[in-house]
C-alpha cells in the first residue's frame, strides 16, 4: 500500500496533518491511499472515480 497518493512527506494533501502507518486506508473501488480522517470528504468531493459530488467547486470560464 503506497502512501503517496494523498500525502507529501507523511502530511496528508487535504488535511495537512501527519500520517501514521494506522491513519491510512485503501479505496477498493478506484485504488486511491487516502489518510483515515479525510477519506469521506476525498471519495464524496476530490476522487475523480468515487465522488458523488465533484462539481462542487469547481469554477466555470
Known amino acids: 500500500m503506497s502512501l503517496s497518493d494523498m500525502m507529501i ?9 501527519e ?7 485503501h479505496c477498493g473501488n ?8 479525510c477519506a469521506e470528504f476525498v471519495r464524496t468531493f476530490d476522487c475523480r472515480e468515487c465522488a458523488d459530488e465533484l462539481a462542487v467547486g469547481a469554477a466555470e470560464l
Open 9 to 17: 512527506n507523511k502530511r496528508c494533501t487535504v488535511c495537512h496533518g
Open 19 to 25: 500520517i501514521g502507518e494506522s491513519e491510512i486506508e
Open 30 to 37: 478506484c485504488g486511491l491511499t487516502v489518510h483515515t480522517e
